[in-house]
């Protein structure tokens, strides 16, 4: 269903000469269709997501260094493209809800201290998936153990 949303958007954003929304779904169906051709299966919605999730963290990254180099116009056009892509992934957790995921996890595995960081990430990342990325994950884990 997702994919399908992806390509009607797509459409529209072609009708509209929305260059930007255009070029951040294309980008987002091309990465899309190389897992499915690399692994010869149709992604259901749950993997999709993550794929968008990825996409936006690699957007999230590169701003950094569009605005160590002045970069003013990309970093609006990066945003942008954040805030499209940002409308296909869940409803984001604030802290304290992700706060309250990983004491839980932390219970659930027993950790007692930052040793225990690898086996918290892992599960909490898999209750939160898309919902979290994983620096808000990794921070809120970091304090709880510390």
Do not use: F
Request: proline fraction near 1%; glycine fraction near 4%; charge should be neutral.
């Amino acid at each position: 269903m997702l994919k399908e949303q992806l390509l009607e958007d797509l459409k529209n954003a072609m009708k509209e000469k929305d260059e930007i929304r255009k070029n951040a779904v294309q980008m987002v169906r091309a990465a899309i269709l190389q897992v499915e051709k690399d692994n010869g299966i149709s992604l259901q919605d749950d993997k999709i997501i993550e794929i968008i999730a990825k996409e936006v963290k690699k957007r999230k990254d590169s701003i950094e260094d569009y605005k160590k180099g002045e970069r003013q116009d990309l970093v609006s056009q990066i945003e942008t493209e954040i805030e499209i892509l940002s409308k296909y992934l869940p409803k984001q957790l604030s802290k304290e809800e992700i706060k309250k995921i990983v004491e839980e996890v932390i219970k659930e595995v027993e950790a007692t201290s930052i040793k225990d960081m690898g086996k918290v990430m892992k599960v909490a990342k898999e209750k939160i998936g898309a919902s979290a990325d994983g620096k808000s994950i990794n921070e809120v884990v970091k304090e709880l153990l510390s």
